[in-house]
């Protein structure tokens, strides 16, 4: 059964950083695509980053572009999202979730195929 774990929300103020973990676990696919996937409240899911297994393949949003990094450790099976110089449009819950057929790219929160229970960022004083 996959699960998707996510930590490291919290309230920052404008300018802060956070760090988002995602810790994936029990797919069996040796291709996948780990994202996250943000809602702000009131609006619409935004694809904010994603990444490949396949290698390392990496995905921003025009919004989070030189500012947020998407990276993984193998070895602790972990997907991270570092979130710099927030924005209080960043605010929302973010999802962390694994596709095993869309690409590393524009669109790819449009076939995810697990999803993790979210946690809150926001760059909100």
């Known amino acids: 059964q996959v699960q998707l774990v996510e930590s490291g929300g919290g309230l920052v103020q404008p300018g802060g950083s956070l760090r988002l973990s995602c810790e994936v676990s029990g797919i069996s696919s040796a291709y996948y695509v780990i994202g996250w996937i943000r809602q702000a409240p009131g609006k619409g899911r935004e694809g904010v980053s994603c990444?490949?297994?396949?290698?390392?393949?990496?995905y921003y949003a025009d919004s989070v572009k030189g500012r947020f990094t998407i990276y993984r450790d193998s070895v602790k099976n972990t997907v991270y999202m570092e979130m710099n110089h927030l924005k209080p449009e960043d605010t929302g819950s973010y999802y962390c979730?694994?596709?095993?057929?869309?690409?590393?790219?524009?669109?790819?929160?449009?076939?995810?195929?697990?999803w993790g229970k979210g946690t809150l960022g926001t760059g909100s004083s």
């Open positions: 979730a694994a596709s095993y057929r869309a690409g590393a790219g524009p669109g790819f929160d449009g076939g995810m195929d697990d």
């Open positions: 990444i490949s297994s396949a290698d390392d393949l990496t």
